[in-house]
Every structure is written in C-alpha cells, then in structure tokens.
C-alpha cells in the first residue's frame, strides 16, 4: 500500500540524514550533521532532491543539503539517499525565509535552485526566490565568489530574477536563455529534476542563470 503524508512525516523524522526547523545548528553542520569538513552545497525548494542526490554521486568530496517546506517530497530524497549510503546527502525541512537563521556567514560555499516556484503577480514578487529580500540571506551565508544557480522554465521568474541581480549588483556569470538550444557539456546542468522533466515533457524552454555577488 501506497505510504500517505503522515507516514512519510514520521518517516522523514526518523531518518539519520535529516533535520526539521534545525535550530542551534547555525556554524554547526560540518561537525554535528555530517562527520568531516568538506564545502557544503545548498539546494533550496528541492523538493524530491534531485540535485542534491545527483551532486552527492558526483562529488563524493562535498557536502549537500536539499531544504524545501514540503516533507513528503523531501522524504523521497532522504529515503534514496539513505538507501544507497550517500553520507555525503542530507535533507531538511524549513522555510527558506530563514535560511541564514540556519548557516552561518561564508558556511555555504555554494546554493543551487532548481525550478522554484515563479510566484506570479506583483503581490507575490517578494516570495520569489531570487528577490531581494532572499538574495540578502543567500549573500550572508555565501562565500566570497561562491555560486548561485538557477534553472527555471518561467519567461517571468527568468526575466525578473536578471531584472533584480542587476539591481542589486551581482556578477551574472551565465545566462541561458534556451538551455538545451545547444550541446551542454556541464553534466551538472542536465540533472533533470520532477519539475524540469514535467515542463519538458510540455516543449517548454529551460532556462539556466548563475551569478555572485560582488
Ligand atoms: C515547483 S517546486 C520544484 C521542486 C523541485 N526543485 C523540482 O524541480 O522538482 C517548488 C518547491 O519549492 C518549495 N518551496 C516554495 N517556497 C518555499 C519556501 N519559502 N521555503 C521552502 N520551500 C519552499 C515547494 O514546497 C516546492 O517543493
């Protein structure tokens, strides 16, 4: 039988790669979460986790961390790293709202964002998570010259997002506006997510930003 939300809450609890609101970790998470110190990877609205299981193959010598408010998509990805012994993967439930309450300044050494959600209508710019009230908190916990990337397949997300890091000063590193236009040769970017795979499977356009902040 299928597992409901409520078993997959009790779950995502129980597992040793995961953590729910986790305060007092703030500076703590290379030696309280994980064992070693390595560069740690943040994957905000992960949802299933796809890129952070994915990093977590390829760079055995980095940590990554998927957070997302959703527990039972999160549960997939604590659950399939668990399974396949990824110590290098884990998984946590919160509000991005408070990410630099979690980690602290130059913690992070790198964030990815994959396919958040576009939040359309002006009331809603704010809950976007390239505006600038999010991008403060990225660049607290960011070290210097560390990398934010996002993929989308929103023209408003995408127009907004190069709107708003040109306000607020950031470097634009790439900017792809038709990501699968021509040959990828990053393996990273062709990581396909639920979402990604979903808009795909309708013809629409992936789009892929990354910047820093200077
Ligand atoms: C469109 S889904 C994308 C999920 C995944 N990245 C993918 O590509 O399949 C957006 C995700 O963002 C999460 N999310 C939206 N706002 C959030 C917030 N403020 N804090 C935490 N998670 C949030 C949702 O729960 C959802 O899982």
Redesign the pocket.
């Known amino acids: 039988m299928p597992k409901n939300k409520l078993q997959k809450f009790a779950e995502f609890e129980m597992f040793p790669n995961t953590r729910t609101h986790p305060m007092g970790m703030k500076g703590h998470w290379n030696t309280h979460f994980f064992t070693t110190d390595k560069p740690i990877t943040l994957e905000l ?4 986790g ?1 890129y952070s299981l994915a990093m977590g193959r390829m760079f055995p010598d980095r940590h990554f961390i998927g ?4 527990g039972a ?1 999160l549960w997939v990805g604590a659950k399939t790293a668990f399974e396949q012994g990824l110590e290098n993967v884990g998984f946590v439930r ?4 408070f990410v630099d309450t979690y980690f602290k300044r130059d913690e992070v050494s790198e964030i990815w964002l ?4 576009p939040q359309p209508g002006a009331s809603k710019a704010n809950k976007r ?1 390239s505006s600038p009230r999010f991008l403060k908190g990225y660049e607290r916990i960011l070290q210097t010259n560390g990398k934010v990337h996002l993929k989308t397949d929103s023209d408003l997300l995408y127009e907004y997002t190069l709107e708003t890091l040109e306000d607020y000063g950031c470097k634009l590193l790439k900017n792809m506006p038709d990501l699968y236009s021509q040959s990828v040769n990053d393996p990273l970017l062709t990581v396909q ?4 795979k979903r808009h795909l499977a309708k013809d629409r356009v992936i789009k892929y930003v990354c910047w820093q902040f200077e």
């Open positions: 609205a992960c949802g299933r796809e957070i997302d408010k959703k998509r919160t509000h991005i709202e994959p396919f958040p959600d998570l997510t639920t979402y990604e």
